[in-house]
Nanobody
Framework: QVQLVESGGGLVQPGGSLRLTCAAS????????MSWYRQVPGKQRELVAT???????SYADSVKGRFTISRDNAKNTVYLQMNSLKPEDTAVYYC??????WGQGTQVTVSS
């Protein structure tokens, strides 16, 4: 089993940037794919980005070109760099391991 702890959320103005961190323990992040999801109240959880075991990445169309998922094997951590943030990016962001584990979520609010 892998334990995941997200951090880095907060309030940011439109056009700003945030970097989310997902710290893992129990399993190595390099040993399986990892994803970031997001959810707003009343809506289904939405897949934002994935990094595969080989290091390949994929993104939702809504964030392509603005968000970057990356991995630091030495720190056993996955990141989501979010640039050019928009109000519609406001959500709780969750880290997910393909070992079938979720983090507790971190709130991102984009507002002026």
């Amino acid at each position: 089993q892998v334990q995941l702890v997200e951090s880095g959320g907060g309030l940011v103005q439109p056009g700003g940037s945030l970097r989310l961190t997902c710290a893992a323990s129990g399993r190595l992040v390099k040993d399986n794919a990892m994803s970031w999801y997001r959810q707003v109240p009343g809506k289904q959880r939405e897949l934002v980005a994935t990094i595969t075991r080989a290091g390949g990445t994929s993104y939702a169309d809504s964030v392509k070109g603005r968000f970057t998922i990356s991995r630091d094997n030495a720190k056993n951590t996955v990141y989501l760099q979010m640039n050019s943030l928009k109000p519609e990016d406001t959500a709780v962001y969750y880290c997910y391991s393909f070992f079938d584990s979720w983090g507790q979520g971190t709130q991102v609010t984009v507002s002026s």
